[in-house]
């Protein structure tokens, strides 16, 4: 078997795969919560970004491959680590003796497989079009103030960002001890960074469907 099979069938081949995927999933939640931002300096604005974006096919397809890639391959290596973990315990514990685990770190699986469903459906929302009442192409201005003038969406998409966050803040600190980085002295350190990144992230982008909602953002 060549080595790089040998290493995707370990354990540890799957968990480092998760984390650097994971890792990638978490600089692009970054810079897209970044361009987001932009709806607030006006149509033009993020239209003009959007434009730019779409003007650089080669780039964003190369962007949109290797996204797609890491995310098939971090469910992938998510579900088989889970399979793993329940085939070597077939009979359940007695008592579930959790200790240290947080809730957050109980329900990665659960967080995981609803922001892949969130995934599709924004998509579909922003991105294709075809779940969004008055969708128009290349104008995400419009696609982002009609689509969050829907109250269910609105809900929708602020209770996938807590998920998100839940997710985030988890995953984004466990990538750290997966790849072997966590030198007792930094530990608080990358805790704090990360909290940090996934609360920026996470309060930006409900800031959008809440401002809105509230009417200050508006056709
Ligand atoms: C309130 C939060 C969000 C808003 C307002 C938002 C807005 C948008 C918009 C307007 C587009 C279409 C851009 C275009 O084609 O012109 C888009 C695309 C996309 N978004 Fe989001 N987004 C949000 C959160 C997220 C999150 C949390 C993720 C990842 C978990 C995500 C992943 C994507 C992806 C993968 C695309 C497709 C990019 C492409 O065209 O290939 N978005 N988003």
């Known amino acids: 078997m060549s080595w790089t099979l040998k290493f995707w069938d370990s354990t540890v081949g799957k968990k480092v795969l998760m984390a650097l995927t994971g890792a990638a999933g978490f600089v692009f ?65 007695q008592k579930p003796g959790i200790i240290q685990a947080t809730p957050a770190s109980r329900t990665m699986i659960f967080t995981g497989l609803l922001l892949a469903w969130f995934l599709l459906y924004h998509l579909a929302h922003f991105t294709w079009g075809n779940a969004h009442p008055a969708f128009r192409e290349l104008d995400a201005y419009n696609n982002i103030v009609t689509g969050f003038q829907h109250v269910p969406s609105s809900v929708f998409y602020i209770v996938c960002m807590v998920l998100l966050g839940l997710h985030l803040g988890h995953g984004g600190n466990a990538l750290f001890f997966s790849l072997g980085l966590v030198h007792p002295k930094y530990r608080q350190a990358v805790r704090a960074i990360t909290y940090a990144l996934m609360l920026l992230v996470v309060i930006a982008n409900i800031s959008i469907p809440v401002a809105v909602l509230a009417g200050v953002l508006k056709i």
């Open 29 to 93: 939640v970054i810079g897209h919560m970044a361009g987001n931002m932009q709806v607030y300096l006006g149509r033009d604005q993020i239209n003009a970004y959007a434009h730019f974006l779409h003007e650089k096919a080669g780039l964003l397809w190369v962007v949109r491959i290797a996204l797609l890639a890491a995310v098939g391959l971090h469910v992938l290596s998510a579900l088989q680590l889970q399979l793993i973990k329940r085939a070597a315990r077939p009979v359940r514990y």
